[in-house]
């Protein structure tokens, strides 16, 4: 229930004289609606006839625009990121928000620089709809430089595999093997239908690129390919190779907690089930293939970028017996 005023009881509700203007006070926000009681009656009503267009409306609006334009696990990331953005702005209407308002969220999201990263990123796509509608005069996003993550440099080797793989349940033993011998993604892996295994090989269209390629068969993926097929029998009706008893693919969560869980008994820290990846791909460069190919790059270059830091050297140190007819002579 909203109190009486004791002043200015002519004036509308939420409106104020103050400092020789009359403003509108809504949500700690003053908006100015000018000097005089005509001006500043017409502006509250032109004001309050408008619909509401907070940022909470704005980024469900521009997110549905960038919606058909980016991945399915790329979108989940944005929906993460939309919400974190809603409740930062909640009180803020577009042109409220000043690249000051979004210095400060950088500064309050330090501690997380991905996930800063990440707000920052849909916070520019966002303004830059707001613009090109008219909503705002200029993007306060752009000009605040991302935090700098730290690139991961994690490689498993194939000891720390086989105690994971030691501690996995079958289902997820398959889906290990699958990751290491196709190269790809775990969404890619999981949503593998039954018509993409082909007679060359298992076809895969990346959920993130779009890249196209076709793994071909080896004994070893044949027989990782029964392997699944067996783990249901002929009981449940799916059009997935991978699949709960619904029929559905599994779920990412879900197959990331059943990991997490075999990485905790095996005793191997910071291993990610995306690490196999990249396992996958420095095997491949090591046994003479194709990484660039396998992992679906565009380029050699994106290929060296992404296995450089992740790659150990194996070098030749000096010899004794070299360092000894060195002496001799």
């Known amino acids: 229930m909203t109190r009486p005023r004791k002043t200015d009881r002519h004036l509308p509700q939420c409106v104020y004289f103050k400092h020789g203007a009359?403003?509108?006070?809504?949500?700690?926000?003053?908006?100015?609606?000018?000097?005089?009681?005509?001006?500043?009656?017409?502006?509250?009503g032109r004001r309050v006839s408008e619909p509401s267009s907070g940022m909470a409306e704005l980024i469900d609006t521009a997110l549905a625009t960038i919606r058909p334009r980016i991945a399915a696990t790329t979108w989940s990331q944005y929906q993460t990121a939309a919400r974190k953005l809603k409740n930062i702005f909640a009180e803020f209407s577009p042109e409220q928000v000043k690249p000051k308002h979004v210095a400060q969220m950088k500064i309050g999201l330090a501690e997380t620089p991905n996930?800063?990263?990440r707000c920052l990123s849909v916070l520019r796509q966002v303004f830059d709809y707001a613009l090109e509608q008219q909503m705002v005069e200029s993007n306060?996003?752009?000009?605040?430089?991302?935090?700098?993550e730290n690139k991961r440099k994690r490689l498993i080797c194939s000891e720390e595999y086989g105690?994971?793989?030691?501690?996995?349940?079958?289902?997820l033993q398959v889906i290990m093997d699958l990751l290491y011998l196709t190269g790809q993604r775990v969404v890619d892996v999981l949503s593998i239908r039954y018509a993409d295994l082909r007679e060359e090989g298992i076809y895969f269209e990346q959920d993130k690129t779009?890249?196209?390629?076709?793994?071909?068969?080896?004994?070893?993926?044949?027989?990782v390919v029964d392997r699944a097929k067996a783990l249901h029998g002929d009981n449940i009706r799916a059009l997935t190779l991978l699949h709960n008893r619904r029929g559905k693919a599994p779920d990412?969560?879900?197959?990331?907690d059943q990991w997490d869980r075999?990485?905790?008994?095996?005793?191997?820290?910071?291993?990610?089930?995306?690490?196999?990846?990249?396992?996958?791909?420095?095997?491949?460069?090591?046994?003479g293939k194709n990484p660039t190919a396998l992992l679906g790059h565009t380029s050699p270059a994106m290929?060296?970028?992404?296995?450089?830091?992740?790659?150990?050297?194996?070098?030749?140190?000096?010899?004794?017996?070299?360092?000894?007819?060195?002496?001799q002579n």
């Open 22 to 44: 009359y403003w509108l006070v809504k949500k700690g926000k003053w908006a100015r609606l000018g000097t005089s009681l005509p001006s500043a009656l017409a502006e509250y």
């Open 115 to 117: 996930m800063c990263n």
């Open 140 to 148: 306060p996003a752009i000009g605040v430089k991302r935090h700098q």
């Open 163 to 171: 105690a994971i793989y030691a501690a996995a349940g079958p289902r």
């Open 210 to 223: 779009d890249a196209r390629l076709t793994v071909r068969w080896t004994p070893e993926l044949r027989a």
């Open 252 to 256: 990412y969560r879900t197959v990331r």
């Open 262 to 287: 075999a990485c905790e008994a095996a005793a191997i820290a910071d291993a990610d089930l995306r690490d196999l990846r990249a396992m996958a791909g420095t095997a491949a460069k090591a046994q």
């Open 303 to 327: 290929t060296a970028r992404y296995l450089r830091d992740k790659e150990v050297p194996v070098v030749d140190g000096p010899s004794f017996r070299q360092r000894l007819d060195v002496r």
